[in-house]
């Protein structure tokens, strides 16, 4: 069981160390090794994600990701900025599959912009497709028309594109309260007609999972409205960029939110949803929650051991209810701890 380990920019290295010693606290025998990845790969080697990078991002089983990004480098050329090490590894290993839960843990009701009955206990699933439609599709551009410019882009998925990132939507539903919703826009684009027929075939195979479906429109507003409605939701790349955010900040504290981006085998990229906080970095006060539930979503989805993964998300449970927060989750009346303290809470909750 091969990691490698990408601590990134900013307070990326800080919050990888504490999901790395989790992991090792499970001893489990993973073989862990580390890379350069974002600014500090450009700084070492002038590129964003360095030949010695994709070699071992290539040979590994999983990669776990901190945050790449900061200031210094804003002003160099595109092609040399951290975010496009991001890029690059993500096409490299072909990883189509986004998942970001939504969780709010009932301790941190508070924290979200929504009244605490609608949002405490929520456990949504949003699965976005990451390599396809409108983001991708050809033609694109802007030309000439009758004296004017027209913008144009094209939206198109192919059948066998709607149905793996559909299977891995049901086989994640199996593993949680079996309930698929599709979110498509059938009434206007034919694409998405597609999208909603090919989904209903593929569940065919999934007995077990109940799957309905919902127009992108009202699914924005039922995820306001009655979130918890939701257990999985699979959706497009652009509906699914949109809808993601919009389920992330339900939960309103961005320190706690993991992430995953899977390919067709389950090897898999998983990072915390936030970025490289650069205004906090190095004062090690950064919430490593996000990354040591991403380290859970790594067990689970590239090694298949999901009671690890309870193991490690039920000990992430235990120290918020133990009152344990670092700044950003905050409240008063609670114990506010710093980075390294917080992944001693959570190796001490393992046990
Ligand atoms: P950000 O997510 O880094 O920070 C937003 C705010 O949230 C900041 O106030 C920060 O201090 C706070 N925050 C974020 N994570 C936190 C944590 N774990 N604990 C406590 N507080 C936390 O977003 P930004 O400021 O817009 O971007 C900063 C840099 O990160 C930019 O260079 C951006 O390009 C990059 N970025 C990288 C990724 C990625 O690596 N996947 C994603 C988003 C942004």
């Known amino acids: ?7 990134g920019d900013g307070i990326g290295p800080e919050i990888t160390a504490q999901a790395v010693r989790v992991l090792q606290a499970l001893d489990l025998k993973f073989e862990m090794e580390e890379a350069l990845l974002g600014g500090c790969a450009v700084d070492a080697t002038g590129n964003p994600y360095p030949e010695a990078t994709q070699k071992l991002a290539r040979q590994a089983d999983a990669i776990l990701l901190g945050a790449v990004g900061g200031p210094q480098w804003d002003s160099l050329p595109r092609e040399k900025r951290p975010e496009r090490g991001l890029l690059g590894i993500r096409k490299d290993l072909n990883l189509f599959a986004n998942l970001r839960p939504a969780i709010l843990y009932p301790e941190l009701a508070n924290a979200s912009t929504l009244k605490s009955e609608i949002v405490a206990g929520l456990d949504i699933l949003i699965i976005r497709e990451l390599t396809g439609d409108i983001y991708f599709g050809q033609p694109r551009g802007v030309r000439e028309e009758n004296g004017e410019r027209v913008g144009f882009n094209t939206m198109v998925y192919s059948e066998s594109e709607i149905r793996r990132i559909g299977r891995v939507a049901f086989e994640a539903a199996r593993k949680r309260d079996k309930r698929v919703c599709s979110v498509d826009k059938m009434n206007v684009l ?15 195979d999934y007995p077990d999972v109940a799957l309905s479906h919902m127009l992108v429109d009202n699914a924005a507003m039922q995820l306001v409205k009655a979130p918890k409605q939701f257990d999985v939701m699979v959706t497009g790349n652009m509906f699914g960029d949109i809808l993601s955010d919009e389920a992330s900040m339900l939960t309103g504290s961005i320190g706690m939110l993991p992430s995953a981006s899977l390919d067709e085998n389950n090897k898999g990229l998983y990072e915390p949803s936030h970025g490289s906080a650069p205004d906090i970095a190095g004062k090690g006060i950064a919430n490593p929650l996000a990354t040591i539930l991403s380290a859970a979503m790594l067990l689970r989805y590239t090694f298949g051991l999901e009671e690890a993964a309870l193991r490690v998300e039920a000990a992430v449970k235990k120290v918020l209810a133990q009152g344990y927060r670092t700044g950003d989750i905050y409240e008063r009346g609670t114990t506010k701890v710093g980075t390294q303290e917080m992944g001693d809470a959570v190796i001490a909750a393992l046990a």
């Open 1 to 7: 069981m091969k990691i490698c380990v990408l601590p």
């Open 190 to 204: 034919e694409c998405t007609q597609l999208w909603r027929d090919v989904m209903v075939e593929v569940s065919k």
